[in-house]
């Protein structure tokens, strides 16, 4: 696969995300999103799959997500505005065992509304262990996408923990189990933010999907 970016726009990618990128707020229904006023890019995946991290990864951050972990922030949609620019947006984690049914109903649903009811979301991230590949519970997110008719790009996080033949062999699989997936974007980013792997690449996905001139 040739490389989508050139060397120039993933220098103009990372500029863009060393500027200042703020928590906004957390919403615990509709009513409570802030305008759809700038562009967003929202991160959804099973709990544990490395999304805090990745946010903080893409941000050049420590600490910025790790509010969306502490209990009773994890059924919040969070926003975080880069630069007044664009907002990152945190769907709640799905798959969490340990809540209860009515609970994890409850969030799914707000992140279900705000994927139907965004007319400002740009594109969805849907995040995949590289260890893992994708689990039943992954094709209820990607049908959600694809009646919702948002884009959606597969992101495979902790590649570190895989050798490179195997990265390369998950996301030839992946690809090939999304081929038919309406408003999946054929090219999936293998990750890691602990080795920083795909992160520029990841940075200049978004500033693309948002629009923004690099
Ligand atoms: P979240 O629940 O999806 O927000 O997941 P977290 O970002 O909290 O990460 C879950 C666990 O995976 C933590 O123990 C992280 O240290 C670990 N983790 C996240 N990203 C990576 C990565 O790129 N490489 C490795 N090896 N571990 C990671």
């Known amino acids: 696969m040739s490389e989508p970016f050139t060397p120039d726009e993933l220098e103009a990618a990372r500029k863009l995300f060393a500027r200042e990128t703020k928590f906004m707020m957390g919403a615990v229904n509709m009513a409570g999103l802030p305008d759809s006023d700038l562009p967003e890019v929202a991160f959804a995946g099973r709990s544990n799959v490395g999304k805090s991290s990745l ?80 689990k039943p519970v ?6 959600a996408f694809d009646t919702a008719a948002v884009s959606y790009q597969i992101v495979l996080t902790k590649a570190d923990k895989l050798k490179a033949a195997e990265v390369a062999a998950v996301t030839e699989k992946t690809l090939k189990q999304i081929a038919k997936r309406p408003a999946a974007f054929p090219r999936v980013l293998a990750t890691s933010s602990e080795k920083g792997t795909g992160i520029p690449d990841l940075r200049a996905e978004i ?5 923004i001139a690099l």
């Open 207 to 211: 500033a693309a999907a948002c629009e």
């Open 138 to 143: 992954d094709g209820e997110a990607m049908d």
């Open 55 to 134: 946010i903080n990864a893409v941000t050049g951050r420590t600490h910025l997500a790790r509010a969306s972990n502490e209990p009773g922030r994890t059924r919040e949609v969070n926003f975080f505005v880069l630069d007044e620019r664009l907002r990152l947006v945190d769907l709640p984690g799905y798959g969490f065992a340990r809540a209860a049914k009515g609970e994890v109903k409850k969030f799914q649903n707000l992140g279900r509304d705000y994927l139907r009811g965004r007319p400002n979301l740009k594109r969805a991230y849907l995040l995949i262990d590289a260890r893992h590949g994708l």
